[in-house]
């Protein structure tokens, strides 16, 4: 009787902690896509070209990338949650002063460090979330990243919405974005921190193993994110200017890209509790080079490219956080070296779409396509690098 009260009063505080790592995700993908959506009005407002404006994309993630490679050691140290609320209302409170700024540079310096905090939450809600959940991650993991897709979706519509509802003023859509913040806030306010249950002296018996093994899966983590974004980036012009579709019909090409993705990561919470991380990434990659391999035989047939499309994007969704679940069923997962893996996904987010555009300036569109196909070739070959790998650490350690 009172082990079953003790079940039911943890699997209650569970709730509550996911819950919050949600809702600070749906955030999270909220600001991720603010940025395109109104990049034109923050153009007017500083009185900048489009050229010069698409360079809050590049600081944003330069400052993501630095708060998600250092912000891992961080949680090491600090109380989880501590940081995790610092971080969230340093978004908040970045993204309203955005509106409100009218100097370009001093733009460019507060979309950095807003880039920074968003990528402290990310690192922050995915470490506790796994310290929390511990082996049973993997259905958790995907949802949290579901109420990403899910903020990521609806940013633009809620943009939309509020600009028409403000007749125009670019102040509340941001406003708004930062409001949204509150639930998660006052739900990492409310919480204790978790804390690392995993033993240490695996990973320090075990240290060069574990080295070659995180390495690859760094590498892993830059070859998905590469794909996902390069994929996501490029659709649009590749679609257009081969005139497989319209400007229009390009757009609701790439949304059902993210479509599919989002949908994918609620369909993978069943499957994840019933399929274990490496069968699930084998047939993420499977499906992956599947598509692409379709679209290099027939590059040019809109049919094929909108099925593409929408089948990527299901392949893709579920193994950023697959991953995520693999590293903890394989390894000791601390705060550093999750800041490692986000690492390797952030620099694939900003080098893969820039290789892709030279790619593109002085080859063509098939190229790219290619590109893409070679490289989730690759990942897959990682991908069982890593698996191999990971297997010798359990032998070791037994």
Same mark, same amino acid.
């Given at each position: 009787?009172?082990?079953?009260?003790?079940?039911?009063?943890?699997?209650?505080?569970?709730?509550?902690?996911?819950?919050?790592?949600?809702?600070?995700?749906?955030?999270?993908?909220?600001?991720?896509?603010?940025?395109?959506?109104?990049?034109?009005?923050?153009?007017?407002?500083?009185?900048?070209?489009?050229?010069?404006?698409?360079?809050?994309?590049?600081?944003?993630?330069?400052?993501?990338?630095?708060?998600?490679?250092?912000?891992?050691?961080?949680?090491?140290?600090?109380?989880?949650?501590?940081?995790?609320?610092?971080?969230?209302?340093?978004?908040?409170?970045?993204?309203?002063?955005?509106?409100?700024?009218?100097?370009?540079?001093?733009?460019?310096?507060?979309?950095?460090?807003?880039?920074?905090?968003?990528?402290?939450?990310?690192?922050?809600?995915?470490?506790?979330?796994?310290?929390?959940?511990?082996?049973?991650?993997?259905?958790?993991?995907?949802?949290?990243?579901?109420?990403?897709?899910?903020?990521?979706?609806?940013?633009?519509?809620?943009?939309?919405?509020?600009?028409?509802?403000? %007749?125009?003023? &670019?102040? /509340?859509?941001?406003?708004?974005?930062?409001? $949204?913040? +509150?639930?998660? !806030?006052?739900?990492?306010?409310?919480?204790?921190?978790?804390?690392?249950?995993?033993?240490?002296?695996?990973?320090?018996?075990?240290?060069?193993?574990?080295?070659?093994?995180?390495?690859?899966?760094?590498?892993?983590?830059?070859?998905?994110?590469?794909?996902?974004?390069?994929?996501?980036?490029?659709?649009?012009?590749?679609?257009?200017?081969?005139?497989?579709?319209?400007?229009?019909?390009?757009?609701?090409?790439?949304?059902?890209?993210?479509?599919?993705?989002?949908?994918?990561?609620?369909?993978?919470?069943?499957?994840?509790?019933?399929?274990?991380?490496?069968?699930?990434?084998?047939?993420?990659?499977?499906?992956?080079?599947?598509?692409?391999?379709?679209?290099?035989?027939?590059?040019? %047939?809109?049919? &094929?490219? /909108?099925?593409?499309?929408?089948?990527?994007? $299901?392949? +893709?969704?579920? !193994?950023?956080?697959?991953?995520?679940?693999?590293?903890?069923?394989?390894?000791?997962?601390?705060?550093?070296?999750?800041?490692?893996?986000?690492?390797?996904?952030?620099?694939?987010?900003?080098?893969?779409?820039?290789?892709?555009?030279?790619?593109?300036?002085?080859?063509?569109?098939?190229?790219?396509?290619?590109?893409?196909?070679?490289?989730?070739?690759?990942?897959?070959?990682?991908?069982?690098?890593?698996?191999?790998?990971?297997?010798?650490?359990?032998?070791?350690?037994?």
């Amino acid at each position: 009787m009172q082990s079953t009260i003790t079940n039911t009063v943890k699997t209650t505080k569970n709730i509550y902690y996911f819950a919050t790592y949600g809702t600070c995700f749906f955030a999270l993908g909220l600001g991720i896509s603010a940025l395109g959506p109104m990049l034109p009005f923050l153009a007017d407002h500083v009185g900048v070209s489009f050229a010069q404006i698409s360079f809050l994309f590049m600081t944003s993630s330069f400052g993501y990338l630095l708060g998600s490679a250092g912000g891992g050691r961080l949680f090491d140290r600090f109380k989880g949650h501590r940081l995790m609320l610092i971080a969230v209302i340093m978004m908040a409170a970045t993204i309203s002063l955005v509106p409100l700024i009218p100097y370009y540079y001093l733009l460019l310096f507060v979309l950095f460090i807003f880039g920074a905090f968003q990528g402290i939450v990310d690192v922050g809600g995915n470490v506790n979330l796994l310290w929390v959940y511990q082996g049973e991650a993997g259905p958790y993991m995907n949802a949290l990243h579901f109420f990403f897709g899910v903020g990521a979706f609806l940013s633009p519509v809620i943009l939309h919405q509020v600009m028409r509802w403000s %007749q125009g003023q &670019i102040t /509340w859509p941001f406003w708004t974005l930062a409001l $949204l913040s +509150l639930p998660g !806030i006052i739900g990492l306010w409310a919480l204790s921190s978790p804390e690392n249950q995993q033993p240490q002296q695996d990973e320090k018996a075990n240290k060069k193993v574990n080295s070659h093994l995180i390495v690859l899966m760094v590498i892993l983590f830059f070859i998905y994110v590469g794909i996902e974004s390069g994929y996501s980036g490029w659709i649009y012009t590749y679609a257009t200017q081969a005139e497989i579709a319209s400007q229009s019909g390009a757009s609701y090409m790439n949304s059902l890209f993210w479509g599919t993705l989002t949908l994918g990561r609620l369909i993978s919470v069943p499957l994840a509790k019933k399929i274990k991380p490496s069968k699930l990434l084998i047939g993420n990659f499977f499906l992956a080079v599947l598509f692409l391999g379709l679209i290099l035989i027939f590059p040019l %047939q809109p049919a &094929i490219v /909108w099925v593409v499309s929408a089948g990527l994007g $299901l392949a +893709l969704s579920s !193994i950023f956080p697959t991953l995520l679940a693999l590293g903890e069923s394989r390894m000791t997962i601390t705060g550093k070296v999750t800041g490692y893996f986000f690492f390797g996904s952030s620099s694939g987010a900003m080098l893969v779409p820039m290789l892709l555009g030279q790619i593109y300036e002085y080859q063509g569109g098939f190229e790219i396509m290619l590109t893409l196909f070679l490289l989730t070739a690759i990942g897959m070959a990682v991908l069982g690098s890593v698996l191999i790998t990971s297997k010798k650490i359990a032998v070791k350690v037994r």
